[in-house]
């Protein structure tokens, strides 16, 4: 029979709360209970180990996918690079010998104005008048420094020490 997980834990929870129901005394049925436990430990352990392959392989899978996309990721900067670099190549060359407008046998080209508000050019930052500075705060907590003063016994208003988690190891 192909059991889940749930049901290994479940079994193993209603053993475990059978024992402590007759408080560890299993006078007479000592053979059935080691066997019952004995059969789930083994199905525990075969189900934990296919588990554990399982997320190896899905990890691995996931390198893989990762380091493909990233591959991909990159052609796609070059690709981009170099439409944008044929796009300012086109354009120049177009400017250059005055044409607007340019009809293809598949596309319209057009070289247009730029919409929107008129560009700022700062030249030097240092020289302009306060009231075109914007000054800017950002506050942000020093969990360093207060993890120190808990840990120190320190109380510290909205703020305390949270709980680790915990995590699977896989060897």
Known sequence: MNR????????????????????????????TVDAWLAELENDLTGKVDNYAALITAMNARAEVRKAEADRLYQRAKVDANNARFLRERLKFALELRGITKLETPRYR???????????????????????????????????????????AGQQVAGASLGVRGTYLAIR
């Open 109 to 151: 080209v057009g070289v247009a104005k730029a919409g929107g508000a008129v560009p700022v050019v700062i030249t030097d930052q240092s020289i302009l008048p306060s009231d075109f500075i914007r000054v800017t705060e950002v506050r942000e907590a020093d969990k360093d420094s207060i993890r120190k003063a808990l840990e």
């Open 4 to 31: 889940t997980l749930l049901d290994i834990t479940e079994d193993l929870q209603a053993l475990d709360d059978l024992l402590s129901e007759v408080e560890g005394d299993i006078t007479g049925v000592e053979g």
